[in-house]
């Protein structure tokens, strides 16, 4: 399965899914002009995954800032996770936030809160 790798911009995040090496990230800011445009190859290349997952996905937000818009793509990744999780994987979700930044960790606190996967937090 061919990895994804893309650079961040001033408002789309870095995207790391290297399920070869066991990276899933994504991490700084993400406000993209076209929400839907820039996450359809994500949410593509992890539903492609969850055919044939590795038995312990990792999977990490390291957000800066995220818009409502960014709200809805994040929230199909970790459902998606949660069935992965639910079907016996072991699926964690480690989620970031910058010290200080309460919206940000009371977003995780919020995704935990609807998606089946153990989340832990962590500043940097």
Known sequence: MEAINLKGTYDTPDVVLDSEQGVFEISGRSYPEDTAEFY???LEWINNYLENPNSETRFTF?????NSSSYKP???ILVKLGKL???GHS???QWY???GDWDIKEAGEEFAEIV???FTYDTF
């Open 40 to 42: 359809i190859p994500i």
């Open 62 to 66: 390291k957000l800066d800032y995220f």
């Open 74 to 76: 994040f929230l199909d």
């Open 85 to 87: 999780n639910s079907n």
């Open 91 to 93: 699926v964690t979700i």
């Open 97 to 99: 936030y910058k010290e």
């Open 116 to 118: 089946d996967v153990p």
